[in-house]
C-alpha cells in the first residue's frame, strides 16, 4: 500500500495536478523514491491523496513527459532508473493558471534581459534580418487569426540566438513555445479592432527592442526588454485580478 507519508505535503496548488506532481518530483530528487522503485498503483495513490483518478493519471503523464518515470505494460509505473542529470523543464500543461505565467515571466525576465544586452553587443546583419523576418510574420499570423506564439517564440529565441552563446537557445529550446502563452490572451474572443490594438501593442514593444539591438545599445537593449516582459507581467497579474473579482 502506498505510504501516506510520500503525499503529506501535497501543496494547495492552483490546481491538484500540479500539487501531485511537484510533490512525485520533491520525493524522487530527495530520494524518497528511489531509482527503479515501483510508484504506487493509482488507486492507492487516490487512496493516499483523496484526488480523482482522472488527476492522479495527469500527474503521471507528466512526470513521464519529464523523463522522470516509466510504465511497465501490467507492471505499474516506475522511478527512472537514471533520472539524473536533472533536467528542468516547461510543458504547455504547466500553465494552467496565471499564477504559473507569472513565475515563467519571472524567469524570462532573470535570462531574457542580460541576453538581449548581449545579442546588441553582438548581432550581426544576418541576425538582424531573422528578428526582423520574425516579427513580420507574427504580424501576419495574428492579423489571419493565429495565436502567433510560434512566431513570438522565434523573435525571443532570434534574440537569444545573437548572443552567439548556444546555451541560451539550449535552455529557450527545452521550454518550447510554452514560453509564449498564449492561451491566455484570449485572442480568440477579441474583436478585431482589439485585436489590432494588441497587435500594435505587442509590435510596438518588440520593434523597441529591435532598434536597440540594431543600434548595439547595449544599456536600451536591455531596458527595452525588461519593459516588455514587465508589461506582459502587469498584463497578467490584471487577467488573473480580473479572475478573483468575477
Do not use: C
Amino acid at each position: 500500500m502506498a505510504d501516506p507519508m510520500t503525499f503529506d505535503a501535497i501543496p494547495q496548488a492552483p490546481n491538484l495536478r500540479t500539487g501531485l506532481v511537484n510533490t512525485l518530483i520533491a520525493q524522487i530528487e530527495s530520494g524518497d523514491l528511489a531509482p527503479g522503485q515501483r510508484l504506487p498503483t493509482e488507486q492507492e495513490i487516490v487512496a493516499a491523496t483523496g484526488v480523482s483518478r482522472t488527476v492522479v493519471r495527469e500527474a503521471l503523464a507528466a512526470l513521464r513527459a519529464r523523463g522522470l518515470i516509466t510504465t511497465r505494460q501490467g507492471l505499474g509505473a516506475f522511478v527512472a532508473k537514471d533520472p539524473l542529470p536533472r533536467t528542468f523543464s516547461i510543458l504547455p500543461d504547466d500553465l494552467e493558471s496565471i499564477d504559473e505565467v507569472l513565475r515563467v515571466l519571472e524567469l524570462r525576465m532573470g535570462i531574457e534581459v542580460e541576453a538581449t544586452g548581449l545579442a546588441a553587443e553582438r548581432r550581426s546583419e544576418a541576425a538582424l534580418a531573422q528578428m526582423g523576418a520574425r516579427l513580420d510574420a507574427l504580424e501576419a499570423a495574428v492579423r489571419g487569426g493565429g495565436s502567433g506564439s510560434e512566431e513570438d517564440f522565434g523573435f525571443h529565441r532570434a534574440i537569444l540566438a545573437a548572443t552567439q552563446n548556444p546555451n541560451f537557445t539550449r535552455l529557450f529550446d527545452t521550454f518550447g513555445s510554452a514560453m509564449i502563452p498564449r492561451q491566455w490572451t484570449r485572442l480568440d474572443r477579441m474583436t478585431e479592432a482589439d485585436r489590432e490594438k494588441y497587435l500594435e501593442r505587442m509590435q510596438r514593444e518588440h520593434r523597441a527592442i529591435l532598434a536597440a539591438i540594431e543600434a548595439r545599445d547595449v544599456n536600451a537593449a536591455r531596458r527595452a526588454m525588461r519593459s516588455h516582459l514587465a508589461k506582459s507581467y502587469a498584463r497578467f497579474e490584471d487577467l488573473r485580478d480580473k479572475a478573483v473579482h468575477d
